[in-house]
C-alpha cells in the first residue's frame, strides 16, 4: 500500500492535510483561521485563555501554547471530547474546501501519516516520529476519506478529475 506523509503546512500538496495550514474554518458559528485554532478553541476552560490562544501570532505558536496549559485551565472533560472535536473540525474543514476534498480524496487507498520530526508524546498521538506513534490525525483523515467516498457525487467525481 502506498504511504503519504505530511507534516509541514507549507509543503506542497500534502501540507494542506496539516492543521497548520492556513485556510479559513467555520466551525460552532466562528471563523478560525485554521483548523488547529477551531479544535483548540475548545480547550481553554476560561474565556480569557481562549482569547489567548486565539490571539497567538502563528498556528505554530498556538499549539505550543495549547499543549503547554495547566491543567486548571483544561476544560473539564478535554480527554474525553478532543477526538470528536477534531474529527468535527476535520469534517468542517473538507466539506467547506472543495479543493481540500479534491486532494484527499486523491490520494485513493494511501495510507495517510502524520510525520513529525520531534519526538515527544503529542507528536505521537497525532502521528508518527521515525515509525512510531498512533497517527491519529492520519487515521482520522483515512476515516473522513471512506466517508466521503461512501457520498460521492457526480460532483465530486468533477473535483477528482480537475485535481489529476
Known amino acids: ?28 458559528g466562528e471563523v478560525f483561521a ?14 480569557e485563555v481562549r482569547k489567548w490562544l486565539m490571539e497567538a501570532p502563528s498556528p505554530a505558536l498556538l499549539a505550543m501554547a495549547a ?9 473539564p472533560g478535554w480527554s474525553t471530547f478532543k477526538f470528536d472535536r477534531m474529527r468535527a473540525v476535520l469534517r468542517a474543514k473538507f466539506d467547506q474546501h472543495d479543493d481540500l476534498k479534491a486532494l484527499l480524496l486523491s490520494t485513493g487507498e494511501a495510507r495517510l501519516v502524520e510525520s513529525a520530526t520531534v ?12 515509525g512510531a506513534g498512533k497517527n491519529t490525525l492520519g487515521v482520522m483523515l483515512m476515516e473522513l476519506r471512506a466517508a466521503y467516498r461512501l457520498q460521492q457525487t457526480p460532483e465530486t467525481e468533477r473535483l477528482l478529475v480537475a485535481v489529476a
Open 119 to 130: 519526538d515527544n508524546e503529542v507528536n505521537r498521538l497525532w502521528g508518527e516520529v521515525n
Open 34 to 47: 485554521t483548523s488547529e485554532h477551531a479544535y483548540q478553541a475548545g480547550k481553554a476552560r476560561k474565556p
Open 1 to 28: 500500500m502506498d504511504e503519504i506523509r505530511f507534516y509541514r503546512a507549507s509543503e506542497k500538496p500534502y501540507g494542506a492535510f496539516s492543521n497548520l495550514y492556513r485556510r479559513d474554518v467555520i466551525f460552532e
Open 67 to 75: 499543549h503547554g496549559l495547566y491543567y486548571w485551565d483544561v476544560a
